[in-house]
């Protein structure tokens, strides 16, 4: 009889949790670790609330993977019987001078069958009153989509993992010699050695750091700054109830998410933000971002102009030159796959990763071509 492969997967965030959990489903032996646990709030996928759309622009592998994604969010919440999406829908705000992106998602999430109206500024202004629609001249809603729990689905998906049988450890993978072929084994930061047939390093905007020959800066970490603002006493125009999710990429990519939990309404910006240190960067928003995002939310959303700020987080993006993911094996390391890059949205294909990762490493198949690292080296 074989025996069943063992295999280490390292950071428990979106990518790493999601994959350790198919690799076990799928009968491998996993160890899962993480340095500060599922979701913490040093890793990108920490916080509360993350976006689930289609919408992604022409010519790109996100529509598809989204709208497997989708189905898998929903397959989990029924297995465990708790919701992570709420489907308030997404409202993408196009302007008809340059809707390049939006004109091209169109036929992309009809290929991917996500579902998706087109809407013209009267029919906008009439659902949804609150929001300014001056300088935009139609949209795209896709109503299955919306928010995803973040930290909570992270959380979730490890306790499955261990319920299932997996092992996870509160641990940190030392930075040593991980470059070496052939890998038997990883030092820990209680000074242990973990060994496993295969290693699977999904740790995120770390991911330079424990593989500076193979990755290096080729996954920066950038600041990004989220706010939260008060509406009014009594205001419900601004909850998950009454608004969907929205976007508007014209010029600056803005976004927001409704109120929820009695929080407040999220905005950020979705322009990459100065370099940061994940471990030890002071989480601190910047009174420049804020000036220019309470402008932007006076004008688009007029009802909160004077609204208070609040709350902030501070997240960061771990970014690639091309904004793809990363998917590869170590060059020179057969057993060791790196896996990261979501570059600011990666979050929502976290179960679609976990699925096509487990499938690659117990099937030796061959990662997408846009995902490779070899892709750095031809460009
Ligand atoms: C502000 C912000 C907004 C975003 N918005 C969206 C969105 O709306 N939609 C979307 O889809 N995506 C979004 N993203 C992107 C998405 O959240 C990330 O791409 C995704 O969460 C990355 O997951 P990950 O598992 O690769 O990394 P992480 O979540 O960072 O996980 C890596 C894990 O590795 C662990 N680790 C690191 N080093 C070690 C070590 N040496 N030993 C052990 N463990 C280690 C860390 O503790 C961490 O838990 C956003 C990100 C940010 C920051």
Same mark, same amino acid.
């Given at each position: ?25 799928? =009968? ?20 509360? !609330? ?6 992604? #622009? ?41 809707? !390049?992106?939006?004109? #091209? ?19 906008? *202004?009439?659902?949804? +009153? ?8 139609? &949209? ?115 976004? =927001?998410?409704? #109120?929820? /939990?009695?929080? &407040? ?5 979705? !322009? ?19 000036? /220019? ?30 904004? /793809?993911?990363?998917? /590869? ?12 890059? =979501?570059?600011?949205? #990666?979050? *929502?294909?976290? +179960? ?21 690292? =070899? ?5």
């Amino acid at each position: 009889m074989k025996t069943k492969p063992h295999i280490a997967v390292i950071g428990a965030g979106a990518f790493g949790g999601w994959t350790a959990l198919n690799l076990l489903e799928r =009968g491998a032996r996993v160890t899962l670790l993480d340095a500060w646990g599922p979701g913490n709030s040093r890793a990108s996928s920490g916080g509360e !609330t993350r976006v689930m759309r289609g919408t992604y #622009g022409p010519d790109q592998p996100y529509t598809e993977m989204a709208a497997r994604a989708l189905k898998l969010w929903a397959k989990y919440e029924r297995r465990w019987k708790r919701q992570f999406l709420h489907r308030t829908g997404v409202l993408w705000m196009a302007s008809g001078r340059d809707d !390049t992106f939006e004109r #091209g998602s169109v036929k992309m999430l009809r290929t991917a069958k996500i579902e998706y109206r087109e809407l013209s500024a009267p029919q906008m *202004k009439k659902r949804w +009153p609150q929001i300014n629609f001056e300088g935009i001249e139609w &949209g795209i809603f896709e109503p299955e989509c919306g928010y995803l729990e973040a930290r909570a689905s992270c959380q979730a998906v490890v306790e499955a993992f261990v319920a299932a049988g997996g092992r996870y450890r509160q641990a940190s993978v030392l930075p040593d010699e991980l470059e070496n072929s052939p890998l038997g084994g990883v030092a820990l930061s209680d000074g242990s050695l973990l060994k496993a047939d295969r290693f699977v390093f999904a740790c995120g905007p770390w991911l330079g750091k424990l593989f500076p020959k193979a990755i290096g800066d080729r996954v920066q970490a950038t600041k990004q700054d989220i706010f939260f603002f008060g509406a009014p006493a009594g205001d419900d125009r601004f909850c998950d109830t009454h608004l969907p999710v929205w976007a508007d990429h014209r010029g600056r990519f803005r976004y =927001g998410i409704p #109120g929820r /939990d009695r929080r &407040g309404f999220k905005i950020a910006d979705d !322009t990459r933000g100065p370099s940061f240190d994940p471990t030890f960067g002071e989480r601190v928003a910047s009174p420049e971002t804020l000036k /220019d995002i309470r402008e932007y939310v006076g004008f688009r959303f007029p009802a909160l102009k004077d609204a208070p700020l609040v709350e902030t987080r501070v997240c960061q993006y771990e970014q690639t030159p091309d904004g /793809d993911f990363i998917v /590869d094996r170590h060059p020179s390391n057969e057993n060791v796959w790196l896996l990261g890059g =979501g570059s600011g949205h #990666g979050f *929502k294909h976290g +179960p679609a990763v976990g699925e096509m990762m487990a499938e690659m490493i117990l099937k030796d198949r061959a990662p997408e071509a846009a995902w490779r690292l =070899g892709r750095f080296h031809t460009k």
